[in-house]
Nanobody
Framework: QVTLVESGGGLAQPGGSLRLSCVAS????????VNWYRQTPGKQREMVAT???????NYADSVSGRFTVSRDNAENSAYLQMNTLKPEDTAVYYC?????????WGQGTQVTVSS
C-alpha cells in the first residue's frame, strides 16, 4: 500500500523554525510533483509550496521568502523548511504527491506557532 508519512510538526515560537519531512513508501516519489498544503478548522486546504519532478518550485505569497521546499529522490522524501514562523502559520500540514489524475496524501502533521 502506498503511503506518505509526514513528520516534524510541533510547537514553535513566533520567529522560529521547523522542518517537515514527507517520506513515501511503495512508490517512487521522484515520478511525482510534490505539494505541501495546510488547513485550519473551517477553512479550505491551501497549497503553500510545490516542487515539480524537474525541481522547479512555487510558493504561496503568504510563505514566499520564509518557506523552502526540497526533495531527495534517492531518499524517496520531500521536505518543507519553515523559517520566521508566524502564528498564522498554525495549521495541519499535508504532503501530496500528484501525477496526472493520481493523488496520494499523507495523514498530516500539526504545526502550532505560539509564544
Amino acid at each position: 500500500q502506498v503511503t506518505l508519512v509526514e513528520s516534524g510538526g510541533g510547537l514553535a515560537q513566533p520567529g522560529g523554525s521547523l522542518r517537515l519531512s514527507c517520506v513515501a513508501s511503495k512508490m517512487r516519489l521522484g515520478l511525482y510533483d510534490v505539494n505541501w498544503y495546510r488547513q485550519t478548522p473551517g477553512k479550505q486546504r491551501e497549497m503553500v509550496a510545490t516542487i515539480g519532478r524537474d525541481g522547479r518550485t512555487n510558493y504561496a505569497d503568504s510563505v514566499s521568502g520564509r518557506f523552502t521546499v526540497s526533495r531527495d529522490n534517492a531518499e524517496n522524501s520531500a521536505y518543507l523548511q519553515m523559517n520566521t514562523l508566524k502564528p498564522e502559520d498554525t495549521a495541519v500540514y499535508y504532503c501530496n504527491a500528484r501525477l496526472r489524475s493520481t493523488n496520494y496524501w499523507g495523514q498530516g502533521t500539526q504545526v502550532t506557532v505560539s509564544s
